[in-house]
């Protein structure tokens, strides 16, 4: 028994470690790679730099336009991100303490919505979008990110809203509080550990997003980084060092605010399951 | 302080399950009054509808004789204490009891002398500071009453406040909310399912049964003069015994037979039983209602063998098997019995009840 345990324990090691290095490996050789210029990172690929050349940097800020493109990323990342939490949030509560009839069903539409890929919904999308004539602007890419971002986030915050006992909302009530106070000074208060999680979890799906502002606008001004990025690849000329550079800057930032609130994100879903 | 009164109030539920069927209560102001009986009763639903958190499918609810059946709750001048405290567990104790009253945007200065004084009344002014998770199961329910004292309302509700506590802390909050009750004089509302708390705090008890009001009265009332079968074995711990016995006529003497042994009736029970001479009734004694013999006596005594001993310090309960029956007697405990000895028990006649097989009415 003690020795299966131990096989059992080397082997999950095992387990744990190449995917530790299948996830690691090619961030690092990003890291690298992007201080390489684009011959040295050809002749010697997994080597690391043999100096540190940070012309790749300057170079993909400036040709790419990462600033504006950086700029349309946080804009895109952080109204979505606020109003989606703050719909969540909302719907979430009167999902799991308005008790309506039609509730059960309203939730149903938007769990479904969990089902749907931004990939099926793109053409109907785009043709929508251009016919209400906020195709290319910045409602048109924010609008969508809240719709495919609100599922997910209502599921999230409904089944942990419904764990907060319905007594401390009655007393609320009782104690002279409508159900705007009661949202505001109580739910949102009691739901800090998921309102962390939504927050974090969208903030990063909207950061990485880049399917639907690549399709839904065609201006420069208006793009996001993911996209930005990409313009790198193909085209006429191919430079891997400013393409490391780009992917640098859009990545770091995600993971410098992963590395900060990611015991908030633990918190969050564990709160979820054992709410009491 | 204020009046509640209860006229014809039903509660429907969707589908049809009717929780609460035609209840009529008056509380006087300054009574404590506790609504008592098992779960599914109907007493919590009773509560809430007073509350207002649940809504009258018919009837009338007054307040201080104004019709509230359609005021919100913030608006009925009531305080409600929770089964599990309800304390908003992102706010201080202070916090907590001082939010009703933020609310209703009461000065900063009045909040903080009626925090001060609830918080030196309840003797949790050194935990003002402390969030809910910090405190033990006793000083949390001393907070919500404390959120409840601030706010001055005209009647506090309970809703089985003390359930969530050990068998100790029960006790001594039974008392300390008895105590509060004597000093705030106050009209309060409690719910519970345990009789102790319902015989030691009211002034007067609810007993309700599938939604019905099966008797109100005062604890010594309902303990010597249950209107049914249910009262009287919700009433009093252990719960009253019951056997089913036919009436009968011996020469002049009237009986009650279980088939084992017979008990001769008193001639107040004789004159109420007459006309079930032939007929079987529920005999009711309470374990504390018989006396210990070892010499059966026909017409006097219940005979059986021993099957059960609980010592428990100050009195014994000794469970007697009958041919058909278990009947429970608290003895006296320094009296030595054995499991299986063959013992009689000496019922007071006097205080024997009665109650029709059919309707489990008290014959009286």
Redesign the interface.
Known sequence: MKRYSTVGKVLSYLLMISFTVLTVVPLVWMILSAFKPHAEIVRHPLMPPLSWYFDNFVLAWTQGHLGIYFLNSIFYSVVATVVTVLLALSGGYALSKFFYRSGKFIYMLYTLGLLITVHSVIVPLFIMETRLGISNTRLGVVLPYIAFGLPFQVFLSTTYIKGI?D??Q????????NYF?IFW??II??A?PIISTMFIYTFLGNWNEFILVLTLTSELSIRSLPVGINSFAGGMSRDYGLQFAALVIGTVPMIIFYLIFRDKIAQGFAAGATKE | MATVELKDICKIYDGGVKAVDNVNIDIHDREFVVLVGPSGCGKSTTLRMI???EDITSGELLIDGKLVNDV???DRD???V???Y??????TVYDNMA??LK??KFPKEEIDQRVREAAKILDIEELLERKPKALSGGQRQRVAVG?AIV?KPKVFLFDEPLSNLDAKLRVQMRTEISALHNRLKATMIYVTHDQVEALTMADKIVVMKLGIIQQIGGPIELYNNPNNKFVAGFIGSPPMNFMEMTIEADGSDLYANEGSFRLKLTDVQKKLLTPYVGKAVTFGIRPEDVTFSHSPKDGETINGQVSVVEPLGSETHVYVATSKNQVVGKIDPNVTIKVEEKISLIPDMAKAKFFDLETELAIR
């Open positions: 006992p007594s401390i009655e007393s609320a009530i009782i104690d002279g509080a106070q000074r109580i208060p009691v800090t | 509350a207002g958190l919100p709750p913030k009531i305080a409600m929770f089964q599990n309800a304390l908003y567990p992102h706010m939010f009703g609310i209703r959120r706010r």
